[in-house]
């Protein structure tokens, strides 16, 4: 069975295909490729809805034909057309939905709506050594920082958020209290290589609660404070300044994962979103782990971001699990704001 991935939830238009077959764990990537909206983004400062929208429009059918194409199969050889459905940008999720039903119908072919943020949950199954249910998931993309245990496909617990900024949001404001290009979040974390981690005391808010909920609110704030305090001589200090942000949001994420694991026996953590790319965070990680005798599994760097060969995966073992199968009504809608919640299931 082929199945073809269309993202589009915000800056990055991506179209991939894979394969399942019997006998096969997981579905196979065939090809792949993806855009990125970052340079035109970055006169703004950040993405600009109506923008990424259109920049959408004009990306989407030429990379299905590219993976078509490098993939060596023909349009009428798909089985399932599969599609970013929320959360994210309304207008954005809109094309890649649009298109990808639009295609289905076409092809006379069923569609399947996937939640994006399982894609990062099972992109580590795209990776040369994919995890084994079950794990502890370590979500950082974007707008969202969770923890979930994962039992297996589709079934998913909760295990703490955050109760206000996330950790990417951390990353991305701090850079631009820096005067620092975007993304922030990879330009912070190439200045914190300059600068002292302990530079300054910031705060990890919410590290000695026991629970497994996160906030960086508190953080930003401090660095908005101390970049004040710096005045005119802010050039001088931006580099520990990004090297003790970044050590705060490390800390806190890799302490929250250990209790995560130890409040649920697990001893597999999967690391997965943009974030999950920053080599601090996969260091200290691995590092922190080892001594507690468990193991973290990361997607590769090209998986971290946003992709079509997530969303491709996801559909694909979701059919393969049996829990869902696509449908063929080609009338849609998307969800903005999809809360995770709605997709985790204790049992």
């Known amino acids: 069975m082929l199945i073809l991935g269309i993202e589009s939830s915000c800056d990055e238009t ?102 994006h943020l399982e894609g990062h949950l099972l992109s580590p199954f795209l990776s040369d050594d994919p995890p084994q249910f079950p794990f502890v998931a370590l979500l950082v993309s974007g707008g969202h920082t969770q923890l979930m245990l994962v039992k297996s496909v589709g079934h998913y617990e909760l295990l703490g958020e955050t109760i206000d900024d996330a950790a990417g949001e951390a990353f991305d404001k ?65 580099a520990d300044i990004a090297a003790s942000t970044q050590a705060a949001i490390v800390d806190v994420l890799v302490k929250k994962s250990l209790r995560a694991l130890e409040q649920t026996g697990m001893k597999r953590l999967v690391l997965a979103g943009g974030v999950g790319a920053n080599r601090a965070l996969r260091e200290q990680l691995a590092a922190s782990l080892s001594t507690k005798g468990a193991v973290v599994h990361y997607p590769q760097a090209e998986w971290c971001t946003d992709n079509g060969a997530m969303i491709a995966m996801a559909a694909g073992m979701r059919m393969q699990s049996g829990i869902e199968q696509a449908r063929a009504s080609y009338a849609f809608d998307v969800l903005p704001r999809w809360p995770l919640a709605q997709m985790c299931s204790p049992t």
């Not at 993976?67 to 599609?83: E, N, P, Q, Y």
């Open 174 to 238: 701090s850079a631009k209290l820096l005067g620092l290009g975007y993304p922030g979040g990879p330009a912070l974390a190439a200045l914190a290589t300059l600068g002292r981690a302990d530079a300054y005391a910031f705060p990890r808010p919410l590290l000695y609660q026991p629970n497994l909920d996160f906030s960086f609110a508190g953080l930003k704030t401090a660095v908005l404070t101390q970049c004040k305090k710096s005045g005119d001589d802010l050039v001088h200090h931006k």
């Open 14 to 115: 991506g179209v991939a295909l894979v394969q399942t077959q019997d006998g096969q764990a997981w579905p196979q990537l065939l090809a792949q490729d993806l855009h990125t909206q970052a340079a035109m983004h970055e006169a703004f400062g950040g993405v600009v809805p109506e923008l990424a929208s259109r920049d959408h429009i004009r990306r989407v059918l030429p990379l299905v034909e590219r993976v078509m194409t490098s993939s060596h199969k023909d349009l009428s050889s798909i089985d399932v057309v599969a599609f970013t459905q929320g959360p994210g940008l309304a207008g954005a999720l809109l094309v890649g939905a649009a298109t990808a039903c639009a295609l289905a119908a076409s092809l006379g072919k069923p569609v399947m709506g996937i939640h």
